[in-house]
C-alpha cells in the first residue's frame, strides 16, 4: 500500500548515490513540482566505461567526469548535497549522514553501486588495486607507467623483467580493456621512448578463472577477444586461479600446477561486491541480500515490505527477467532510473506502471585500437566496425557535450598519432619509486623470465 503522502505534489525524493541510476532519476523527475535531493560523496558523476582509459594515461579524469550541480542546474526542484549517508531509519522515513542533520524523505532512491571484491582476501588490495574510482585510475596509471620508469633504470635482469610485467586478475570487460591498452602502452605508445630498455619486452598476462574471457559474451566473441589480445601480445591464461598475492609475486593454480609470476605492477579485475548500504538496508528493512550483497528487489525495484524505497544499478539484485539477474552495467541503471522517475510521476496522479523491463541493447568491450568485439543479440561484430560502434556508443553516451567534444577530438588525435598524451605520474609516491631493498626470492633468480615452476 503506497503512502497518500506520495500523491503530494511536494513529496519528498531523496536519491544516494550519483551514479547513472541516481543521476538519471533525478535529471528525469525536472518539470515536476516534487522536491528532489541529491546526495553524494563525490561532487561529480563518473563515467565508469572509459575510467580504464583514465588508467592508461588517453584521457584525463575531467574527460569522463561531469560536476552534478553542473548537470541538474537546470533541475530547479533539484538540491545537491556533498556528503556521506552512513545510515537509514525507515520507521522515521530519515537518512542519516556523516556531517548533516538527518535528511526526512517520502521516497527513497538508492544507487550507491559496488566496489572490488578481493573474495576474502582484502590484504591484497594495496599489492592489486581495482578501478572504480577516479583515485583508483590515477594510482593504477602511476604505477604503470612508474614501472616502466623504474626498469629503466634497474640493472639487474630479473628485476628489470619483474617491473615490465604486468598481471591483470579477471577475464571481464575492464580486464580485456586494461590488458589490451597496456599492450598498446608497451608496444606502440612508448616504442623507442627509453633508452636502457625496450618496451615491447614488457609481458602482459590476462588470468581468468573460467574457460574464456568475457564469460558472458557468445564464445566465438571470447574466441576473437582472445586472439586479438594475443595478437596485440597479451599472454590470455584462462582456468587459473590466483590463490596468494605477496611480496611483487602472484600465485596462480591452473589445473593441478602451480606457478608463480613475479610482477611489480598486479591489478585487480575480478570480482565486484555491493556497497555497504546494501547491509545497512538489509538490518534496518529486513531485505535480503544475495552473495555479493546485492539488494534482491521486487519487479518495479522496491524492497519487499517497503514500497517508498528504491534500489537500482549495481546495488540491486533484479532476478524477474530471464534465468539471471541483470548484470551490472551502465545501460541497466540508466533505464532503471528512468523508470523510477517515471512510476514516481505516475504515483503522484494516483496511477502505477507495468514491473521494469530491461531492453538489451547489446555488449561492447573493446581490445585495442580497431579490435572490439559486439554483440547486438541479432547480431554479432568484431574488428573495425565493432571498434567504430564502441566508440559512437560510448560518446553518446557521455553526460555533458564538452565531453563528448573533448573525447572525439582526443581519439582523433590519438588514433593517427598513437600518443598518450595524459600519462602522467601523479598521486602517492609522485616521483619516487618504492622498491624495498631486499633480493628477490632465490628461486626467481634462476631464470630471467617472471613465471616459473
Do not use: C
Request: hydrophobic share 45%; no cysteine.
Amino acid at each position: 500500500m503506497v503512502n497518500s503522502k506520495l500523491l503530494d505534489t511536494q513529496a519528498k525524493i531523496v536519491i544516494i548515490g550519483g551514479g547513472f541510476g541516481g543521476l538519471y532519476t533525478a535529471k528525469d523527475l525536472n518539470h515536476t513540482s516534487v522536491e528532489v535531493t541529491l546526495i553524494d560523496k563525490r561532487n561529480f558523476h563518473l563515467f565508469q566505461p572509459l575510467l580504464y582509459q583514465v588508467a592508461t594515461g588517453i584521457l584525463s579524469p575531467a574527460d569522463i567526469s561531469s560536476p552534478l550541480r553542473l548537470v541538474l542546474r537546470q533541475n530547479k526542484n533539484t538540491k545537491v548535497l556533498l556528503d556521506h549517508a552512513i545510515d537509514l531509519d525507515p520507521q522515521k522515513k530519515q537518512v542519516i549522514l556523516a556531517d548533516h542533520e538527518p535528511i526526512p524523505y517520502d521516497i527513497l532512491v538508492l544507487a550507491t553501486g559496488v566496489s572490488h571484491h578481493y573474495f576474502g582476501n582484502d590484504q591484497w588490495s594495496t599489492l592489486a588495486p581495482g578501478l572504480k574510482t577516479i583515485e583508483d585510475a590515477i594510482e593504477i596509471r602511476r604505477r604503470i607507467f612508474m614501472a616502466f620508469e623504474a626498469a629503466e633504470k634497474e640493472t639487474d635482469p630479473v628485476k628489470r623483467q619483474a617491473w615490465l610485467t604486468f598481471v591483470i586478475v579477471g577475464g571481464g570487460p575492464t580486464g580485456v580493456e586494461l590488458a589490451g591498452a597496456i599492450a598498446e602502452i608497451a608496444h606502440s605508445a612508448m616504442s623507442g621512448d627509453f633508452r636502457s630498455i625496450n618496451s615491447k619486452d614488457a609481458k602482459i598476462l590476462l588470468i581468468e578463472g573460467l574457460e574464456r574471457v568475457l564469460p558472458p559474451y557468445p564464445p566465438e566473441l571470447s574466441a576473437k577477444a582472445a586472439e586479438d589480445l594475443r595478437n596485440l601480445g597479451v599472454t590470455v591464461q584462462t582456468q587459473s586461479m590466483v590463490t596468494d598475492i605477496n611480496d611483487h609475486i602472484v600465485t596462480v593454480r591452473q589445473g593441478e600446477q602451480i606457478k608463480q609470476i613475479a610482477s611489480r605492477t598486479i591489478l585487480w579485475a575480478a570480482g565486484v561486491k555491493a556497497s555497504k548500504m546494501g547491509k545497512v538496508l538489509a538490518e534496518r528493512t529486513g531485505a535480503e541480500l544475495d552473495r555479493v550483497g546485492r539488494v534482491i528487489v521486487e519487479p518495479d525495484l522496491t524492497v519487499p515490505g517497503y514500497p517508498d524505497i528504491f534500489v537500482l544499478g549495481d546495488l540491486a539484485n533484479f532476478a524477474h527477467q530471464g534465468e539471471r539477474p541483470l548484470p551490472g552495467v551502465a545501460p541497466v541503471a540508466m533505464q532503471q532510473g528512468a523508470y523510477i522517475a517515471k512510476l514516481i510521476k505516475k504515483r503522484l496522479k494516483g496511477e502505477s506502471l507495468p514491473p521494469f523491463s530491461y531492453e538489451d541493447y547489446g555488449n561492447l568491450a573493446v581490445i585495442g585500437m580497431n579490435k572490439a568485439v559486439v554483440n547486438l543479440g541479432f547480431a554479432q561484430f568484431s574488428g573495425f566496425l565493432a571498434w567504430f560502434i564502441w566508440v559512437w556508443a560510448h560518446i553518446y553516451y557521455l553526460i555533458e557535450f564538452d565531453n563528448k567534444l573533448v573525447v572525439m577530438v582526443q581519439w582523433g588525435w590519438n588514433y593517427f598519432t598513437r600518443g598518450r598524451g595524459a600519462r602522467l605520474i601523479t598521486g602517492e609516491g609522485e616521483g619516487k619509486l618504492k622498491v624495498k631493498p631486499q633480493e628477490m626470492p632465490s628461486e626467481l633468480t634462476e631464470n630471467p623470465t617472471p613465471v616459473i615452476r
